[in-house]
């Protein structure tokens, strides 16, 4: 993952936490008395080493408040004084932890037990059950964490991950999600974070002694863009690149219940930024990729660039029908059975003032909106599905069902332009799944259309910023 934050701040006090676990050769240095459960030679003699972190942070106040993590149990042990606390209840979980454990090593005792004479049958039955204790376990203790969240939200991972989501081992457990969530908990803003491992090279070798790394993609992925309540691609002083889910909007509506949106977050996040960072927008139910500026300059540049049409977008989306291409769609490629699969539309269209924010086809008064688009293999699909974070079951469905996958890449950038060019009968056609403007959405579903490209020159150095939120 990219760091959340600027780094700078939090590179000085974390070269200062190396100095002094190399000098007292122990994480337990704030207490008069030794614990040798707590000693550094564990980091160099054991398996690997181990993560640390620190947050700069700032309270109500504006003084600086320097925070410190290690990930995970340091030797078996949650909570060390001087370092944050663990995001879960450290009693309920050994109390959890050791039903599910006796019951796990009982089952694991009988089936490595020559003596009994067991079956295969017997053998595979016995597995499975503790396959299932195995799993039961883990989604209970994953049932034990909670975050708190910059955005003043309080969250578990059942809040956070689709019904069928398999957690990986640890998750929770990382540095930068319990540095965030205690300065969230506690009404700190953090200003500088940075993490860095210390000990033995890891078995991969994809860790080194005392060299700095970014939050992990394998963990922190599913938790922290919750905790800051936004998905952070890219951050720089200028421009911030995120992948704003779907429900959200891009710029504050009216009225209190319209405040929230990814503008009002990022400000809540970085209250140095301009009043207005946000260069373009994507519709509330429309997840995907947003660039947005820090400082007026940069905001002028970017501007210029959407308004001159030389920044690159493009979509996925997936239909509620094969498409039919109507008059004002020009098919452009065929597959071998003579059905398209590429076109160009081309239809003039305006806001419906009567009721908005609804879009209509309108020859006189209409703007002409163009969009290029192509039908997607199965092969793109499948890692087109992925970017709507949806429910392992319901891309399955979606994939057998075979829905029609598209890519839209627009010219212009008028309002509900692809949603309108999907549905219309001078368009495709069909409309895009969930869109409740102009198709159908059923409970629960949301708009199955993503924002998963764009490219621009950067508004600084002029090179060229490509960015792809599948990736």
Same mark, same amino acid.
């Given at each position: ?6 780094q ?7 070269y200062q936490?190396?100095e002094?676990?190399?000098?007292h050769?122990?994480i337990?240095?704030?207490?008069p008395?030794?614990?040798p ?8 003699s ?5 993560m ?12 600086e408040v320097?925070?410190k ?5 340091y !030797? =078996?042990?949650w909570?060390?004084?001087g370092?944050v606390? /663990?995001?879960? +209840? #450290?009693?309920e979980?050994y109390?959890?932890?050791?039903e599910?454990?006796?019951?796990i090593?009982?089952?694991t005792?009988?089936?490595?037990d ?10 595979k039955?016995?597995?499975k059950k503790?396959?299932?204790l ?7 203790i994953f049932g034990l964490?909670?975050f708190?969240?910059?955005?003043g939200?309080v969250?578990?991972?059942s ?7 398999l ?9 930068a999600p319990?540095?965030?969530a205690y300065a969230?908990?506690?009404?700190l803003k ?6 860095f491992?210390?000990g033995k090279e890891? !078995? =991969?070798?994809s ?6 790394y /970014?939050?992990? +993609? #394998?963990?922190c992925f599913?938790?922290?863009p ?9 951050r720089d002083?200028a ?5 704003k889910?779907?429900?959200l909007l891009?710029i504050p509506?009216r ?7 990814a ?15 946000s260069?373009?927008r994507l ?7 947003l660039v947005m500026?820090f400082?007026?300059?940069a905001?002028?540049?970017?501007s ?10 493009r979509?996925?989306a997936v239909?509620e ?6 008059d004002?769609c020009?098919?452009?490629e ?9 076109g160009r539309? #081309? ?7 009567e ?15 163009i ?7 199965l092969?793109?699909?499948k890692?087109?599905?992925k970017?709507y974070?949806?429910a392992?079951t319901?891309?399955?469905d ?6 029609t996958?598209v ?6 950038g008028?309002?509900h332009q692809?949603r309108?060019?999907?549905?219309h ?9 969930g869109?409740?403007l ?5 409970e629960?579903?949301?708009l ?6 764009l490219?621009?020159a950067h ?6 910023m ?6």
């Amino acid at each position: 993952m990219f760091p959340p934050f600027p780094q700078e701040k939090a590179y000085e006090y974390c070269y200062q936490l190396m100095e002094q676990l190399d000098t007292h050769k122990r994480i337990d240095f704030e207490s008069p008395v030794k614990n040798p459960a707590l000693t550094t030679d564990l980091l160099f003699s054991g398996k690997t080493g181990q993560m640390f972190g620190i947050c700069v942070c700032k309270d109500g106040d504006g003084n600086e408040v320097v925070l410190k993590a290690f990930s995970g149990q340091y !030797n =078996s042990i949650w909570n060390v004084a001087g370092w944050v606390p /663990p995001l879960l +209840d #450290e009693a309920e979980f050994y109390k959890q932890s050791a039903e599910s454990d006796r019951l796990i090593h009982e089952l694991t005792d009988t089936i490595e037990d020559k003596n009994r004479g067991l079956s295969e049958s017997e053998l595979k039955s016995l597995k499975k059950k503790r396959r299932e204790l195995s799993a039961e376990s883990m989604k209970n203790i994953f049932g034990l964490y909670e975050f708190h969240c910059l955005t003043g939200e309080v969250k578990h991972f059942s809040d956070i991950t689709t019904d069928d989501t398999l957690l990986p081992t640890g998750c929770g457990e990382c540095c930068a999600p319990k540095l965030l969530a205690y300065a969230a908990k506690n009404g700190l803003k953090p200003v500088s974070l940075a993490e860095f491992y210390y000990g033995k090279e890891n !078995n =991969s070798g994809s860790k080194k002694h005392k060299q700095f790394y /970014p939050p992990c +993609d #394998e963990k922190c992925f599913f938790i922290l863009p919750h905790i800051l309540g936004l998905e952070i691609l890219y951050r720089d002083e200028a421009i911030i690149v995120i992948n704003k889910p779907s429900g959200l909007l891009s710029i504050p509506g009216r009225g209190e219940e319209k405040l929230d949106s990814a503008t009002t977050r990022l400000k809540n996040l970085f209250p140095e930024c301009i009043e207005q960072p946000s260069v373009h927008r994507l519709d509330m139910d429309t997840s995907g990729l947003l660039v947005m500026a820090f400082n007026a300059d940069a905001h002028r540049n970017l501007s210029l660039q959407f308004m001159n049409g030389t920044v690159e977008k493009r979509y996925y989306a997936v239909l509620e029908k094969p498409v039919c291409p109507g008059d004002g769609c020009k098919v452009t490629e065929t597959n071998g059975g003579g059905k398209p699969i590429a076109g160009r539309i #081309e239809l003039p269209f305006r806001l419906d003032v009567e009721h908005r924010p609804y879009q209509i086809y309108d020859e006189v008064n209409g703007k002409i909106g163009i969009t290029n688009w192509r039908i997607l293999s199965l092969e793109d699909a499948k890692k087109a599905v992925k970017c709507y974070r949806l429910a392992k079951t319901y891309e399955r469905d979606l994939l057998k069902k075979h829905k029609t996958f598209v890519e839209f890449v627009p010219e212009t950038g008028r309002t509900h332009q692809l949603r309108l060019h999907a549905s219309h009968e001078k368009g495709l056609g069909s409309p895009i799944i969930g869109d409740n403007l102009y198709g159908t959405q059923k409970e629960g579903e949301r708009l199955l259309l993503h924002a998963h490209y764009l490219c621009f020159a950067h508004p600084v150095t002029g090179e060229k910023m490509e960015f792809y939120s599948e990736s």
